[in-house]
RNA sequence: GAUUCCAUAGCUCAGCUGGAUAGAGCACAAGUUUUCUAAACUUGCGGUCAUUGGUUCGAAUCCAAUUGGGAUCACCA
């Protein structure tokens, strides 16, 4: 994060103010708030005025126009302020904004040294089954993660990704059972299948012919529970994870071939996303974690014993009920797991916060996790955070892998850079570029476009996937922010050939700032406030549309003024840096949402 | 039944700890290019912020109730 070398303007104008008010009306207040002002009114900073007019003892007006001369006298950066009813609007000097934006020039906006204090934040994300290839879910999930972690990191603090592979349990057992009864032998490399896929199809092929059994069951006049129950496929499948439990030699060997097929596919598929992970742990090797810690919670009689043998807490006193921890045959369950895992990682990484990505399915399942982990007297329990985010809906309804309206992460992928091939076609862009460039530039594109669309939403609401309109390249997308990059670079670049012009570094700054210039600036002033914000909401989607902004503005300033053709050479040179200012703004910003720009398009 | 999240323009979404006449994009209608990349820009159309009540000088925002929708509440993961 970028240190600014001068005092925050609202900081200072909030402390200006609380003297005024203590000069003028002896009162003192702790915390003064200003705003930006309305654009259908004149200045930068809006305070209202309303609350003090208890201490002022005076009308809005003549409250709001003292304090603004009080300002005015005392704060140099203060060129003027006008007062509408209780608002007090403050002009910040142009001289202001452009000393701030001197001191920013041609320096990155995201500090890449942390600090040696910075605090260190594990966000898990991803974690995936590797009984079948990522859907659309994934997809919101990986980006959302991967964002928050990049967001994290640029607000300085030491983040570690982290991804648990579930690559054990009944719903492994099926795919691997399927495979070997109707599989003959097929392999990623014989198929040409890619290997998550290939598992994934023999998922399918299981549940076909259970369903099938089941049918059968229940004509035989067996109820659907039952049934459920008593197929032999399932029972064969149960019996699978006995073996799988009990190490058996077979069953581990086609489990590890199988699960290797499917972390190949995950390979190609996390490198498309563009994601990655710090350390990937894996269930197979967690999941018999938590044992202990329930002993220790039942000597702190925190935990009890049922009479069956099986041990729970009790939570009805925080509003929420029993949790069973370990089944009365004394084996764990899900949330014993997690008790587990979070605990061996707070031994081992020692992290201030960890945050789980994970759907907001699981939000009862969270937060019993953290009060049940903060009952047990952990202090770090109080860094956790469930990122808890909408599921994505299709405009036909609601999307669950079981109901087979699943849209795959590859396809998807897919589709959305062949739509960005057909569509800069049809525009006439990029026809000067080689082959493999504008495969690398249709990649750009399309993927941006989806990476963007998902995470332009709030995390936490559901949101709709609609396919037609996520390629649809016009208005808030990711293409339209590239393409205001690439116009920028191709400004950069037609300088160079500009006769008896010069890019310096230095620059001299204009008599006056036009609007749009002032709006860009402090546009570009306002990131560090953004991110912050974006952090400590976990919030993409501030970024997105903080980015937007950037751009729109950008786009309009484009077309209101002309750049390289203007006669003064002083204002090109200056113009020149606030666009390549705001060029660099839109690919660091864009970075944090794992969103590439293209050089031109 | 309990808990929890959500409800803003025809559609998809912004609107932060309460502030001025509720904003974008899409769609629809009209316009702008001999000028730096038109994947652009401008203008118009479109709202009882689910409903009711409360708090307040002031509510889309806070509180309560109601209605509608989602999710969760297993010795599944």
């Not at 097929?261 to 996303?273: A, D, N, Q, R």
């Not at 990655?276 to 220790?296: A, R």
């Amino acid at each position: 994060m970028l240190k600014l070398p001068f005092m925050n303007i609202e900081k200072k104008l909030s402390e200006k103010t609380i003297e005024a008010l203590q000069s003028l009306y002896g009162a003192a207040i702790e915390k003064i708030v200003f705003e930006k002002t309305n654009p259908d009114f004149e200045g930068d900073l809006t305070l209202v005025v309303f609350n003090f007019l208890k201490i002022s003892k005076k009308k809005p007006e003549e409250t709001a126009t003292e304090i603004g001369n009080f300002l005015k006298i005392n704060v140099p950066e203060v060129a003027d302020f006008n007062v509408i009813k209780g608002f007090l609007n403050i002009v910040i000097a142009d001289s202001f904004w452009l000393n701030y934006f001197k001191s920013i020039n041609g320096k990155p906006f995201i500090n890449a040294i942390l600090p040696a204090d910075a605090p260190t934040v594990m966000v898990e994300y991803s974690s995936p089954n590797t009984n079948k290839p990522l859907h659309l879910g994934h997809v919101r999930n990986n980006l959302l993660g991967y964002s928050v972690s990049e967001i994290l990191k640029a607000a300085g603090n030491k983040v570690i990704k982290t991804n648990i592979v579930n690559d054990r349990g009944i719903h492994i057992c099926k795919s691997m059972l399927a495979w070997q009864k109707w599989g003959n032998g097929e392999t990623p490399e014989s198929t040409g299948i890619k290997g998550d896929h290939l598992v994934g199809k023999y998922y399918v092929e299981f549940d076909k012919h259970y369903k099938e059994e089941i049918a059968n069951l229940v004509k035989q006049g067996k109820t659907k529970e039952d049934a459920e129950k008593q197929a032999p496929l399932m029972q064969e499948a149960q019996q699978m994870l006995f073996k799988w439990e009990a190490a058996d030699k077979d069953t581990m060997e086609l489990w590890g071939m199988m699960n290797s097929w499917v972390y190949k596919g995950f390979e190609s598929t996390y490198k498309m996303l563009g994601v990655d992970f710090d350390i990937i742990y894996y269930e197979s090797q967690t999941y018999l974690f938590g044992k202990n810690i329930i002993e220790v919670g039942l000597a702190k009689n925190i935990l009890k014993r049922r009479a069956d043998n099986s041990v729970y807490i009790d939570l009805t006193a925080d509003g929420l009920d029993e949790k069973t921890l370990l089944r009365a045959d004394g084996t764990s369950v899900y949330m014993t797991q997690d008790l587990g895992t979070a605990v061996q990682r707070a031994e081992e990484e020692h992290f201030d916060k960890l945050i789980y990505t994970v759907a907001n399915e699981q939000d009862y399942h969270f937060k019993v996790l953290f009060l049940i982990l903060s009952k047990l007297g952990y202090k770090w329990a109080e860094g956790l955070y469930h990122l808890s985010y909408g599921m994505v809906e299709l405009p036909e309804g609601k999307m669950k892998s079981r109901e087979g309206t699943v849209v795959d992460a590859d396809e998807l992928m897919q589709e959305m850079i062949d739509t960005a091939a057909v569509t800069s076609k049809e525009l006439g862009k990029a026809t000067d570029l080689s082959n493999e460039d504008a495969e690398k530039l249709y990649r750009t594109i399309g993927l941006g476009a989806l990476k963007y669309f998902m995470l332009k939403v709030d995390p936490k609401k559901k949101m709709l996937f609609n396919p037609a309109e996520s390629i649809d390249f016009n208005g808030n997308t990711a293409p339209f922010i590239q393409f205001n990059y690439v116009r920028i670079q191709a400004l950069l670049r037609k300088a160079k050939d500009l006769s008896g012009f010069e890019f310096t570094d230095s620059f001299s700054s204009p008599a006056n700032l036009l609007t749009k210039e002032k709006e860009l600036i402090i546009k570009l002033y306002s990131f560090n406030t953004t991110l912050n914000q974006a952090a400590a909401e976990y919030s993409p989607a501030l970024i997105a549309n903080y980015i937007y902004d950037l751009a729109k503005e950008f786009s309009q300033y484009y077309h209101d003024v002309s750049i390289l053709k203007e006669e003064q050479k002083d204002l090109i040179l200056f113009r020149l840096h606030l666009s390549k200012t705001v060029g660099s703004a839109i690919k660091e910003s864009m970075q944090l949402l794992g969103i590439d720009v293209p050089e031109r398009m």
